[in-house]
């Protein structure tokens, strides 16, 4: 949630309170909506977002559990002047065992019993601890804020659980390791956190994650967790975001809200509620009594459904049930409106009824040899029809021929080709359509090998034998490209010409008939490659290089960075400023594993390591702290 926030400096200067920054709207900037707004949290301390908002969700820690945000109830303030009038939360979470936390409990005898060991019922009773100092938290800094009802508040919020590797869990911590036994310490945080806002009336929880992080984290999770609502991060723009709330979520919940950049801040769009069906038809003879019961998926019952347009030839209650005012004559009819749920969850239904329209299902198609096109028959189906529909040919004859029942036969034995058939469908109501249907005859169809490759020594020694299927009898091929280079005998087999090919692609191409007159097409490309020579030994570099730093560090934390480069070996040692310490973890020729430990309240910025190895060479590479 925070390392994908980029921050826009667009005025500095220094207070007593420390960076002040202000962001002001600029020309071109997105409109706040009800559907849009922003994440933020201590990061943004000692700044002011006067960008228009539709909602805002305040982060309550200083960026790991057992923590407060030291802007809290400011950044409150500015969620309450956003339109929802209202803040929703987010709570960081981890589970980094017994070993990296003194919040681990010892001796706890609820909600499960815990006497200090990593196991999965102290990782519990560690969530259910921090959701608690997470929602102490919102109500201090409410009731700091002067909320008439600060529980209240807090209470009815939307809450979110924020999922991220990039907090200290077990299943990716070196003192435990990747496991299923991991994942399952992890899941039973997360477990005791839901369970504790569960426990204090909190009714709108959700899961910020990633489906990389959150299966790296949780493994597979079990289905306690997929009815929960899913808010997603890593969208590009405003229309990525809408078009990702149809995406699978992570979880298997809801997808309730997407993250993407605007203004230089984290921005969020709020998915609406989907609903179904969007459409059918009925015949002008049921017209008069079609009903159909519209849905939501993702809503806490009971829906309200309010109709903007369509009435009176098609009406929806309040309860999403749409009924005709009567008979309608042929034609295309919609309604449309919004839903929303006791929740605040809201959305847009439409739906449209075509009227009268008499549809072709299949068969449509069929491939046939010219031995089976004599005495062929169909019958060509529809729906939506009143009664028996009347069909009335149009093209195709004399080929195909279309009775007025919809039987379709040939004419007799049909050459290869391709026939089709169309016309009129129609009934004693009124209703209409078109028919159409297609018939391909004597396709023989070429089997593998299609491809083949050669050096060039061996060229001009190369043969293959191609082969076809739907044929009757023996075939006979005829080439159409390819030669000189490439010949095919009339019994299919390729080889090349006597002389040796140079490297290059070579392509033949032809017909196949069999002795019933069926016909097809055959292709067949030889790719030819020069003998390959000796390779060369790489150059390896004279000593390491260090190119870049994954994740950052943060002050008064102790966080895993991995350090990207070459010629890494042996163990190197890694120094910076002063207050930060670097150990390494693990290494390989590409890649450092580092611990980086940094004092509290050390400043932000852009900063240096060093790695020096045992045989004295060094390397730098630049790392944030933020």
Known sequence: MLKLLTKVLLAVSMSSLGLLVILTPTSGAQTA????????????????????????????????????????????????????????????????????????????????????????????????????????????????????????????????????????????????????????????????????????????????????????????????????????????????????????????????????????????????????????????????????????????????????????????????????????????????????????????????????????????????????????????????????????????????????TGLLTTSGALPFGTYSASGTTSDSSGDVGVFTFAMTVGPITQNKPTTGSVVTTSSSTFTAQLSVSRNTGAVTFTQSTGAPSLVVSTSGVVSTSSATLAPGTYKVTGTTTDTEGDQGTFVFTLTVTAVPTTPVAPVVPAGPVAQYVVGHAVAGRTVVLQIIGTGFYGRPTITSHAGTSALVLSDSRTALRVRVNVKPRSRNGIFTFTITLLNGKTTQVKYNQH
């Not at 907090?167 to 839901?194: R, V």
């Not at 449509?364 to 529809?382: A, D, M, N």
């Open 33 to 404: 909506t009800a559907s849009t707004g922003y994440d933020i949290s201590y990061p943004q301390c000692g700044k002011t977002i006067t960008y228009p908002a539709g909602f805002g969700v305040v982060g309550v820690n200083d960026g790991h559990p057992y923590s407060t945000n030291p802007c809290l109830a400011s950044e409150i303030t500015w969620a309450q002047a956003t339109t929802a009038g209202v803040p929703a939360f987010y709570m960081n979470t981890d589970s980094p065992g017994p070993v990296d936390t003194s919040n681990w409990p010892t001796t706890s005898t609820g909600p499960q019993a815990c006497s200090g060991a990593n196991s999965p019922a102290c990782s519990y009773d560690y969530g259910w601890g921090a959701a608690k100092a997470s929602f102490a938290g919102a109500i201090s800094a409410e009731t700091a804020n002067g909320s008439a009802s600060p529980t209240t508040a807090v209470t009815s919020a939307n809450w979110w659980l924020d999922v991220e590797t990039g907090n200290h869990w077990e299943a990716i911590e070196s003192a435990y390791g990747t496991s299923s036994g991991s994942q399952n310490i992890d899941q039973s945080m997360l477990l005791g956190a839901i369970a504790y806002f569960s426990s204090v009336g909190v009714k709108n929880l959700g899961i910020y994650s990633t489906s990389q992080q959150w299966h790296t984290i949780t493994g597979t999770p079990p289905t306690a967790f997929a009815t929960i609502p899913a808010w997603m991060p890593g969208y590009a723009s405003l229309a990525a975001a809408e078009a990702a709330c149809a995406s699978p979520s992570f979880d298997g919940g809801r997808v309730t809200m997407i993250q993407y950049p605007m203004n230089g801040l984290d921005g969020d769009y709020a998915c609406g509620l989907i609903s179904t069906p969007g459409a059918a038809q009925v015949s002008v003879a049921s017209s008069a009594t079609y009903s159909q019961q519209l849905t939501v998926s993702g809503a806490t019952s009971p829906v309200t459904y309010v109709q903007s347009t369509g009435s009176p030839d098609l009406v929806v209650s309040s309860t999403g049930l749409l009924t005709t005012s009567g008979a309608l004559s042929p034609g295309t009819y919609s309604a449309t409106g919004s839903t929303s749920d006791t929740k605040g969850d809201v959305g847009l239904f439409s739906f449209i009824l075509s009227v009268g329209t008499i549809t072709q299902l299949a068969p449509t198609t069929i491939i046939l040899k010219t031995t089976q096109t004599p005495g062929y028959s169909v019958q060509l189906v529809v729906t939506g029809a009143s009664g028996t529909p009347v069909f009335t040919q149009s093209t195709g004859s004399p080929d195909l021929v279309v009775s007025s």
